[in-house]
């Protein structure tokens, strides 16, 4: 089942901080982030792993409830380069497909 | 080094025809994964590979699409009698872990007329 991503969209200025949040309805493996932009391929941001264990981009960072199946994303002191849509993508303990799930997106614009 | 490539990156192609969309993984990296991508969607599963094993093809849509991966490397994604609704992004992942990171190609952008 697909995970939920909030908000759906959000538009910030230069500078400024953003949550994005993840909840899966099925218990997680790992979370991963990726942010895509127009005709352009998801790029990797973060993993975050059941346990605790976790690797990305340095000025990024993210956290992994694991009980409450929910990660957010945490983009700080934002940039104009991170506008795009951001997935997060769930891997679900026991087996069922191998590949990840996606949510719908959060659509993020940075304004000047 | 290179990443994931895809080709081609469009293709257009009459309702009926058949189609052949090629990845090439990051070299080293055992797991190889197709998406779909409809437009102002998320990317959905499609298939996936360990080496050349095709251990899950549980999201492919209908027996007209085919994947194979015979030396373990490059994949080809096959859609047969392509309709209206397989007009997407298709994109392919590649990844060292078969439970890690995945890195993207580019997409190919198919669009059945």
């Known amino acids: 089942q697909q995970p939920v991503q909030s908000p759906q969209a959000v538009i910030l200025r230069e500078g400024e901080d953003a949550v994005i949040n993840c909840s899966s309805s099925k218990a997680l493996y790992s979370v991963h982030w990726y942010r895509q932009k127009h005709g352009e391929a998801p790029v990797f941001l973060m993993i975050?792993?059941?346990?605790?264990e976790q690797k990305g981009h340095e000025k990024i960072s993210a956290s992994f409830n694991e009980k409450k199946q929910q990660s957010s994303l945490y983009l700080t002191a934002s940039q104009l380069s991170y506008s795009g849509t951001y997935f997060c993508?769930?891997?679900?303990?026991?087996?069922?497909?191998?590949?990840?799930?996606f949510g719908k997106g959060t659509h993020l614009i940075i304004q000047p | 080094g290179a990443g994931v490539s895809q080709s081609p990156r469009y293709k257009v192609a009459k309702r009926g025809q058949d189609v052949a969309l090629r990845c090439d993984p990051i070299s080293g990296h055992v797991s190889l994964f197709w998406y779909q991508q409809a437009l102002g969607q998320g990317p959905e599963f499609l298939t996936y590979?360990?080496?050349?094993?095709?251990?899950?093809k549980s999201g492919l849509p209908s027996d007209r699409f085919f994947a194979e991966r015979p030396e373990g490397s490059v994949s080809t994604l096959k859609i047969q009698r392509t309709q209206q609704e397989d007009s997407a992004v298709y994109l392919c992942?590649?990844?060292?872990?078969?439970?890690?990171?995945?890195?993207f190609g580019p997409g190919t952008r198919l669009t059945v007329t």
């Open positions: 590979f360990q080496n050349e094993a095709q251990l899950d």
């Open positions: 975050l792993l059941k346990g605790g």
């Open positions: 992942a590649s990844s060292f872990l078969a439970r890690g990171e995945q890195y």
């Open positions: 993508g769930t891997d679900t303990t026991g087996g069922g497909a191998d590949g990840l799930t």
